[in-house]
């Protein structure tokens, strides 16, 4: 089953979290997102139903094979949107502003057009 913007979006900060802790549970995501307790709750019983993540026994929460497929995608996709429009004269902040909109939008044949010119600009 395809992700929604939402889900996409909790993937990609349970990413995020993952790459800077060794534990992450709902609360934390609940805090890094500013979203009620609640909502995230909700969310985590979709991704794990859905086979995105796993929470064990204490509540932690890991990425299976897929998850940590979609959310790498959903984070590129941010940091290179990100990158190409601070490279195009946006402030940082509205550039991660937009490109947390674009990203969940775009085609994966325009993201490639755009990655690679992108990389063009790093060098």
């Known amino acids: ?7 996409e979006m909790y993937l990609e900060s349970i990413y995020v979290l993952c790459t800077s802790r060794s534990n992450v549970r709902s609360i934390d995501v609940a805090e890094y997102m500013n979203y ?23 509540g932690y929460i890991s990425l299976t094979e897929e998850g940590k497929n979609a959310a790498k995608k959903i984070f590129e996709r941010h940091t290179v949107l990100t990158g190409i429009l601070q490279k195009i004269g946006v402030d940082s902040e509205t550039a991660s502003e937009d490109a947390c909109r674009i990203e969940h939008i775009i085609s994966d044949r325009t993201f490639e057009a755009i990655k690679e010119v992108y990389d063009k600009l790093k060098k």
């Not at 009620?36 to 204490?58: C, F, M, T």
Request: hydrophobic share 30%; charged share 30%.
């Open 36 to 58: 009620s307790k609640p909502s995230v709750s909700r969310a985590i019983g979709l991704l794990k139903q859905q086979e995105y993540i796993e929470v064990d026994s204490d």
């Open 1 to 7: 089953m395809p992700l929604k913007e939402s889900g």
